[in-house]
C-alpha cells in the first residue's frame, strides 16, 4: 500500500496512540483525517471496542460489510456477548481452514486476539507464525510469554527489532519481556514505559507497566502511589484493579482491601478471565465442600440428646 507522506504522518499518530492505550486520542486523530482509509477505521473501531463501546462497532459495521471491518464486528460481538463467544470462535476456525496468507491481517489479528481471549495460545501461534506484520509478531510473543517460553519471545523479539527497532510496538514487547524475565530487567522496561510517557503522555497502560515493575522490584510505595493515579483517572480499570489486588497482598496485612478490590472486579469485569478462573475454582470448591462434608447436619446438641 503506497501512501502518501501526510498520510504516513497522521496514521503514526493513530497507530501511536492506539498501541499506548490512548484510544479517545486515537479515534479523535481518525476524525481529523478526512480522506476515506480502511487502515484509519480499522483503528478507530478498534479504539472503541477498547473502551467497551461495542454499540458504536455493532452499528456502523453491518454483517453484510464485505471489507475487513467484518473481523471488528465479530470481536465486538465476542466481546459483548457472552452467549456468542463459541460461535464467533467457530466463525474464525472456518475462516482459518483456507489459506491464511490469502486472508487481510486484520483478520489474523482478531483471530489470535480472541484465541487468546480463549487461552488457546498454540491456536493462535498457528495462525501467527510466519506472519512478520508487526503487531502479528507482537501477538507471538505475547502467547510465548503466556506460555512461559522466554527463550522462544527472545527470537521474536529480535526479529521485531531487525524489522523496526524504534517502533512503538517493538518498545512495548521488549518491556513485556524484560518483565518476564525479571530481576535487572526490570528497571530496563521501566525506563521503557518512563520514556514513552515523557514521548507520547501517560496512559492506564504505560502507568500500570510501571507500577508491575515497581512490585517485581519490591517498591510497594511507589507502585501503590503510581496505582492510585491511575484509579483516579478510571477507577474500574481492570489492569489496575488486578494490580492493587497482587499490591495489597504484598503490602497489607489485613484481608479488607483484598477483598474490596476482588469483589469490584466480579462486580465490574464478570467477562474476564480472572473472573472465570475464580468461579471454576469457586465453585470446585463448594462441590468438593458437598462431597465430603458431614452427612448428618443436625445441631450438636440434637446428636448428644
Known sequence: MNRGNNEVSELIDVENAFYIGNYQTCINECNKISKPSLEKDIFMY???????????????IKPTNDTPLLALRYLAEYMSNGSRKEAIVSIFDEKFQGDINELDVVWIIVGAIIYCNEETYETAMKILVGNFNLECLSLHLHCLLKMSRVDLAKQVMTTMQEKDDDATLTQLSQAWLNIQIGGEKLQDAFFIFQDLCDKFSPTLLLLNGQAVCYIGQQKYDDADQVL????????????????????????????????????????EHKG????????????????????????????IDEIVA
Open 46 to 60: 478498534r479504539s472503541y471496542i477498547a473502551q467497551h463501546k461495542y454499540r458504536v462497532v455493532l452499528d456502523e
Open 228 to 267: 492510585r493515579e491511575c484509579l483516579n483517572r478510571d477507577p474500574n480499570n481492570y489492569d489496575t484493579l488486578i494490580n492493587l489486588l497482587a499490591l495489597s497482598q504484598q503490602k497489607d496485612k489485613s484481608t479488607s482491601q483484598f477483598s474490596r478490590y476482588l469483589s469490584q472486579i466480579l462486580d
Open 272 to 299: 474476564s478471565s480472572l473472573v472465570a478462573a475464580y468461579n471454576k475454582r469457586q465453585a470446585e470448591f463448594d462441590r468438593l465442600v458437598l462431597q465430603f462434608g458431614p452427612s448428618n447436619t443436625k445441631p
